[in-house]
């Protein structure tokens, strides 16, 4: 089981380090054992960073995380060695994950000489088993990255991360960079293999609707914190975050100014003047239609609207209810 507790992370730039943002606010979630957890939320809102902490490719600045009750924040680095191999991530773009000029096979072969976990022909035996558990060929062994599709090589990062029987792992966006045809694919491979192997997962999506099918729950997002969780069919069924709601009945078009972040139209586009740390009160405040008074003033605390649903938003009760119709597609009513 991983248990995120009030994790939050600050970057520090420019001369001196003067420069700081924290970029994740104090999250906190639980993800049982075989489950899958979906974080989502825009571009930009802190999931990323949220998701190497938890693998602990970067440090957090302050919170615990722990693993079968064992704390990660605090293990000695001789313990964390080798509780690592249990604990995987992997990255939406496969093409940086492999060394260009390794065959497929040397890549895959790696993680057992890294851990010593098998030597010499067995090595052989267990990367041609690999391969096949995700659907792959043994000819695909004799390959270059290059020589693979985008799919292929996501389902070779897989097996990569397989290879060393992780209980858990955090996919960020591991299809994001596919076809839409090719990214189903590869989900229902990685829902498969959940199935076989039985490890828990953190799936990392800006699309709400992908995570909907690989998640037991979702917790949402927003610049840094989380601001609605809960079971699955109660975030799609019944939202009360208006930012949740939005999401759902958002048509997300792309924001120039912004880059490659997207904007969702049916919100307030956000103003870059309000500076949310000076101004205090809800960080949604400048996009929500809903915003009154006292979330300019008050942090909004997590509330409980149902059995196992957390919201953190002053005015849930005040929002018209919505209910999903039989294709899943939320309507407000
Ligand atoms: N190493 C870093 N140094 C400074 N800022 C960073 C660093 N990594 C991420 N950020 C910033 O933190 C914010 C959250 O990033 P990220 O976790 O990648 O979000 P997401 O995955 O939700 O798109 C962004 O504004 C990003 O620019
Ligand atoms: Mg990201």
Excluded at 39 to 68: D, Y
Excluded at 169 to 183: G, K, Y
Aim: aromatic share 6%; with cysteine; glycine share 8%.
């Amino acid at each position: 089981m991983l248990e995120v507790v009030g994790i939050k992370k600050v970057f520090t730039s420019g001369i001196f380090r003067r420069r700081s943002i924290e970029v994740v606010r104090g999250v906190s979630f639980r993800v049982n054992k075989g489950q899958t957890l979906g974080l989502v939320g825009e571009s930009g809102c802190g999931k990323t960073t949220v998701g190497k902490m938890i693998v602990r490719l970067i440090e957090p600045t302050a919170g615990r995380i722990l693993f079968n009750g064992i704390e990660l924040t605090r293990l000695d680095p001789r313990k964390l060695r080798k509780l690592r191999p249990k604990i995987q991530i992997i990255f939406q773009d496969p093409d940086m994950a492999f060394n260009p000029r390794w065959k497929i096979r040397d890549s895959l072969g790696e993680p057992f000489k890294l851990n010593r976990l098998v030597r010499g022909r067995e090595i052989i035996d267990r990367v041609l088993e690999l391969i096949e558990t995700v659907g792959l060929h043994p000819e695909h062994l004799n390959r270059y990255p290059f020589e693979l599709s985008g799919g292929q090589l996501q389902r070779v990062a897989l097996a990569r991360v397989l290879a060393l029987q992780p209980e858990l792992i955090v996919a960020d966006e591991p299809t994001s960079s596919l076809d839409v045809s090719v990214q189903a694919q590869v989900l229902t491979l990685l829902k498969e293999l959940q199935r076989r192997f039985q490890f828990t997962c953190v799936f990392i999506s800006h699309d709400l609707n992908v995570a909907r099918w690989m998640s037991d729950r979702i917790a949402v997002m927003y610049r840094g914190k989380i601001v609605e969780e809960g079971k699955t069919e109660s975030i799609f069924g019944s939202p009360c975050h208006p930012y949740t709601r939005a999401l759902l009945g958002a048509i997300l078009v792309p924001d120039p100014e912004a880059g490659r972040t997207w904007r969702i139209a049916s919100l307030n586009h956000v103003s870059p003047e309000v500076n949310l740390e000076k101004a205090g009160g809800c960080s949604f405040q400048d996009r929500c239609p809903h915003a009154e008074k006292i979330c300019r003033e008050k942090e909004p605390p997590l509330a409980v609207p149902a059995p196992d649903h957390r919201v953190a938003c002053h005015r849930f009760k005040d929002l018209v209810p919505v209910q999903a119709n039989v294709t899943g597609k939320v309507c407000f009513l």
